[in-house]
DNA sequence: GTGAAAGCGCTAACAA
DNA sequence: TTGTTAGCGCTTTCAC
């Protein structure tokens, strides 16, 4: 402790000129001379001045800091997406504070708060499971923060969203069950509450039902790694379904879990597809066909909104991410 | 935009008492009567009042925000760590702020001097491959901001680090292959410039040359996915060895799929060993045998280190974390 | 028990 | 071209 930084103030006094004076220099305001602004400057870089952020803060109200709120950092897809989002800020000088919600609505609020508290110029926010009132988002906006939604985003009209797309993800994935001639399909899916559970679900169901309709599609929503195991190793003992489908990667986890177990062969004993950031899938043996839904892209794309936002474009529009197969040996 | 946030003063205003009173009655002053204060944090309350961090922040200088720093967030290791941080500094009133120095010197510098200006409260910190220079982070230090090395730590002393034990860890993965009675052994580490590459290679290395010296041990650093994918390909090729020990999640990533392209069987054909924090081990079939490194575990104790130095404690520790060996099917 | 006033470090309008 | 001044919103000492 005990260390002091060095302000204006004592730039000022030592090259015995105004506080004002050397705060233009230092950013190379036109009225001040040449001569002075190298003094000014020289003195700055031996004495490693560094402007006190809190004050610049106070006065302009601006933080320069994006927040980024999601349920878990623990996962791939956020992992990308937060690189993405990261690599951009950093290059138009913004940082990024990263907080967690870990699906619970209590924390999501504190850290709204938080956010708030630390002047965050910006939210990019992938709501909890438990999220369903919108209201600290909207005051949020109806500040001036512009907040961008992606991956789970809400129902509502109103508000900026990035998303997968999921609808098309889920149809592609079905169609390559279908174009395979797998009939006896057991179909997994993630929250029932979130609305990409419910756009993959619904667009996944009606695909079949329209394509295939003599298919016999079991729907289970079991959203945790230990929770699809199990599913699979009850519906399994009944029969072992021809074909998989898998909505994220934890529930491809617990599947290839249940798989493992029970010896199956991938594909000879059973097909698998899923969604996926493009990780996980690579890992098994043969690597598991999935339908591509890219972090780290969908970031990059948040980040573009985001900076139209912020550069005082308000248009609340929802930009769609399109999504292609990536063939793996599995189905 | 053109929100206006409610300020002392204008509750002041709005109740006809000082700014100062306000102020105190809002923490709970003992000077200040009970009536006032009931009647100021009821105005606070339906005015949802707000404090103005960055005046906070400029009056007592002290930020709240906690910094971490590491090479990337896309690692299953630092996810765990990082979680694990922000769960006890969240309990204790505490953000984070999390940046990437993707293992470039540039960046790692660049970052230390956001969290310079956003005026952190302490640094936590695993090092880049690149980093040499240690004096960013002995000024922060001597500025009174406490750092927590962890993971990859820097050699010499002066720092407090918050360790794995790589040394045991490397040490029980030799044990292991040794007591399974393999004697040709493939070894693949990481960045040879890192201390927990350097510890672990050291380690293993020597405990074989004394409880094994007529093993033949062979050593690569590929450090990266691919990069292991090629050497063990490249090795195969000649003879494929009893045993590969894995320094890490994604060395095995890459052993894996060279000994998936390669239709060889775990454990029969060839047996791996690996340290890691858990998760990708328990992906493959039959799941690998691991010893354990906690990220999770290490961010508890990193944190608890971090909060005796802010409470003044001064001491510069290095603190171990045991570990433990995970029996799959692959040795 | 409450108020007045100074000042944290910076920016920017206005003077000179 | 440079200096003076008035705050930004808050905490805190000192006075009443």
């Known amino acids: 402790m005990g260390f002091q930084q060095n302000t204006l103030k004592k730039l000022s006094e030592i090259l015995g000129i105004s506080i004002s004076t050397v705060s233009r220099a230092l950013k190379d305001h036109p009225d001040i001379s040449t001569k002075t602004k190298t003094r000014v400057k020289e003195l700055a870089a031996t004495l490693e001045y560094e402007p006190n952020n809190f004050a610049v803060q106070l006065r302009t109200q601006q933080s320069n800091v994006l927040g980024i709120l999601v349920p878990t950092i623990?996962?791939?897809?956020?992992?990308?997406?937060?690189?993405?989002?990261?690599?951009?800020?950093?290059?138009?000088?913004?940082?990024?504070?990263?907080?967690?919600?870990?699906?619970?609505?209590?924390?999501?609020?504190?850290?709204?708060?938080?956010?708030?508290?630390?002047?965050?110029?910006?939210?990019?926010?992938?709501?909890?499971?438990?999220?369903?009132?919108?209201?600290?988002?909207?005051?949020?906006?109806?500040?001036?923060?512009?907040?961008?939604?992606?991956?789970?985003?809400?129902?509502?009209?109103?508000?900026?969203?990035?998303?997968?797309?999921?609808?098309?993800?889920?149809?592609?994935?079905?169609?390559?069950?279908?174009?395979?001639?797998?009939?006896?399909?057991?179909?997994?899916?993630?929250?029932?509450?979130?609305?990409?559970?419910?756009?993959?679900?619904?667009?996944?169901?009606?695909?079949?039902?329209?394509?295939?309709?003599?298919s016999i599609?079991?729907?289970?929503?079991?959203?945790?790694?230990?929770a699809s195991k199990q599913i699979c190793l009850e519906v399994f003992k009944e029969r072992v379904p021809e074909?998989?489908?898998?909505?994220?990667?934890?529930?491809?986890?617990?599947?290839?879990?249940?798989?493992?177990?029970?010896?199956?062969?991938?594909?000879?004993?059973?097909?698998?597809?899923?969604?996926?950031?493009?990780?996980?899938p690579t890992l098994y043996d043969p690597q598991i066909t999935y339908v591509e839904t890219s972090g780290f892209k969908l970031g990059k794309l948040a980040f573009k909104q985001m900076y139209s936002s912020l550069k005082g474009f308000d248009g609340k529009e929802e930009v769609i991410l399109e999504s292609i197969l990536v063939e793996g040996g599995s189905l």
Chains 1, 2 share one sequence.
């Open 217 to 226: 599609v079991t729907y289970f929503f079991p959203d945790q790694v230990e």
């Open 74 to 214: 623990r996962n791939y897809f956020y992992d990308f997406f937060i690189s993405a989002v990261e690599e951009e800020a950093v290059k138009q000088g913004y940082s990024i504070m990263i907080m967690q919600s870990l699906d619970k609505l209590s924390l999501e609020c504190s850290n709204i708060n938080v956010f708030r508290r630390n002047k965050i110029m910006g939210l990019f926010v992938s709501i909890s499971t438990e999220t369903d009132d919108m209201t600290p988002y909207k005051k949020l906006q109806e500040s001036g923060i512009p907040v961008i939604f992606f991956d789970r985003v809400p129902e509502l009209g109103g508000f900026s969203k990035v998303c997968l797309a999921d609808e098309e993800a889920a149809r592609i994935a079905a169609r390559s069950i279908i174009e395979k001639g797998k009939k006896d399909v057991l179909a997994l899916f993630g929250h029932p509450h979130l609305s990409i559970t419910k756009l993959r679900y619904a667009s996944f169901k009606s695909y079949f039902e329209r394509y295939a309709p003599d």
């Open 243 to 280: 074909a998989v489908f898998c909505m994220g990667d934890m529930i491809l986890m617990g599947v290839m879990h249940a798989v493992h177990e029970l010896k199956l062969k991938v594909p000879e004993d059973i097909s698998i597809i899923g969604i996926s950031n493009g990780l996980i």
